[in-house]
Antibody
Framework: QVQLQESGPGLVKPSETLSLTCSVSGGSISSYYWSWIRQPPGKGLEWIGYTHYSGSTNYNPSLKSRVTISLDTSKNQFSLRLSSVTAADTAVYYC????????????WGQGTLVTVSS | EIVMTQSPATLSVSPGERATLSCRASQTVRTNLAWYQQKPGQAPRLLIYGASTRATGIPARFSGSGSGTEFTLTISSLQSEDFAVYYCQQYNNWPPWTFGQGTKVEIK
């Protein structure tokens, strides 16, 4: 079955750009919809956005001005870039799959903690 | 944006007892509602989708019901591995997909 694994720096300085990658195994990234979701420590879940191999993307309006999600079919990976980060962006970042654009998330990656601090 | 409200925030239950968790949507989401279980240090795991369909491998003691704006997750007889935080999520109106704030099921 499809498995996802996040990777990237665990520490980012304020005002810089957070960059994470999700590696997909057990299935082709040229299918389905690929999302990023985050969870601040001790808090709930927030959907960030998705990408699809067709080039379609969709972002949470609350983050849209700072987010870019892209897909690399040659590496079977997709990526998140979040610019101008602040301490409020400190969170565990998860990547996840959904079968269609409006669908549940399954499976999820294990998550990676990103701390924004100088 | 659809706001999802879960209650209670914390539910104290003894092993073997029944647990009933609620989720309310600020507007109708039809049956486009999922439930997830999250244990400390782990990613959320899909339990229920379509408001009432169990995901692959989920035990029958987990059941979901409801439609429109009111939903319920029931765990018929709590096992030790069921103590966790549970989230509901709507996928009817997006962007954005939205989650409830979670219900923590703890040992009484």
């Amino acid at each position: 079955q499809v498995q996802l694994q996040e990777s990237g720096p665990g520490l980012v300085k304020p005002s810089e750009t957070l960059s994470l990658t999700c590696s997909v195994s057990g299935g082709s990234i040229s299918s389905y919809y690929w999302s990023w979701i985050r969870q601040p420590p001790g808090k709930g879940l927030e959907w960030i956005g998705y990408t699809h191999y067709s080039g379609s993307t969709n972002y949470n309006p609350s983050l849209k001005s700072r987010v870019t999600i892209s897909l690399d079919t040659s590496k079977n990976q997709f990526s998140l870039r979040l610019s101008s980060v602040t301490a409020a962006d400190t969170a565990v970042y998860y990547c996840a799959l959904s079968l269609t654009a409006g669908d549940r998330f399954d499976p999820w990656g294990q998550g990676t903690l990103v701390t924004v601090s100088s | 944006e659809i706001v999802m409200t879960q209650s209670p925030a914390t539910l104290s239950v003894s092993p073997g007892e029944r647990a009933t968790l609620s989720c309310r949507a600020s507007q109708t989401v039809r049956t486009n509602l999922a439930w997830y279980q999250q244990k400390p240090g782990q990613a959320p795991r899909l339990l229920i989708y379509g408001a009432s369909t169990r995901a692959t491998g989920i035990p029958a003691r987990f059941s979901g019901s409801g439609s429109g704006t009111e939903f319920t997750l029931t765990i018929s007889s709590l096992q030790s591995e069921d103590f966790a935080v549970y989230y509901c999520q709507q996928y009817n109106n997006w962007p954005p997909w939205t989650f409830g704030q979670g219900t923590k099921v703890e040992i009484k």
